[in-house]
T-cell receptor, first 114, second 112 residues
């Protein structure tokens, strides 16, 4: 199973602060995703990123969010000014399979906004 | 139309019993239906998946049944074990390299 490593595993921040969540995919794939899961709820799509550009984003992914692949390897999700409701588990995911249909998730970053 | 409806919300099954989780969808563009298993504090892990050109897929104790005309699919866990206790999510995917739409999840507890 292709690995996706996420750092940090836990992040606590004050409301209004900026946070950067990081994802390090093991192999050289072009498609990446960010999903989030509010405690006890379903997993929700945030954004897909292809070849260094956003290919699709959800209504959750507003101007406070941005994604980058600054060094060609690490894939980051930045929340510019965190709100209480941003508290959630954030998962990075990458695709695999013959038709890139299988999605493999990292272990997530638990973000707590106080 | 993008929703995937999942039931039940929670399920308690005795060890050795059969666990059944159901999902329904509306969007006929969906063409790949995976099930994910999630343990507390972990990311969802791909368990088994099916495409709509087959009605059933079996991998070990896990079976997906797919009814294209009814737009429904279900996960059956045979001989359920305490180690199967987790949250299960169905999902649906349209085409390659596009987002997954998840169901609301089923919390399965397998008792001794």
């Amino acid at each position: 199973e292709p690995e996706v490593t996420q750092t940090p595993s836990h992040q606590v921040t004050q409301m209004g602060q900026e946070v950067i969540l990081r994802c390090v995919p093991i192999s050289n794939h072009l498609y990446f995703y960010w999903y989030r899961q509010i405690l006890g709820q379903k997993v929700e799509f945030l954004v897909s990123f292809y070849n260094n550009e956003i290919s699709e984003k959800s209504e959750i992914f507003d101007d406070q969010f941005s994604v980058e692949r600054p060094d060609g390897s690490n894939f980051t999700l930045k929340i510019r000014s965190t709100k209480l409701e941003d508290s959630a588990m954030y998962f990075c995911a990458r695709e695999a399979g013959q038709a890139n249909e299988k999605l493999f998730f990292g272990s997530g970053t638990q973000l707590s906004v106080l | 139309q993008q929703q995937v409806k999942q039931s039940p919300q929670s399920l308690i099954v005795q060890k050795g019993g059969i666990s059944i989780i159901n999902c329904a969808y509306e969007n006929t563009a969906f063409d790949y239906f995976p099930w994910y298993q999630q343990f507390p504090g972990k990311g969802p892990a791909l368990l088994i998946a099916i495409r709509p050109d087959v009605s059933e897929k079996k991998e070990g104790r896990f079976t997906i049944s797919f009814n294209k005309s009814a737009k429904q699919f279900s996960l059956h866990i045979m001989d359920s074990q305490p180690g199967d206790s987790a949250t299960y999510f169905c999902a649906a995917h349209a085409g390659t390299a596009s987002k997954l739409t998840f169901g609301t999840g089923t919390r399965l507890q397998v008792t001794l």
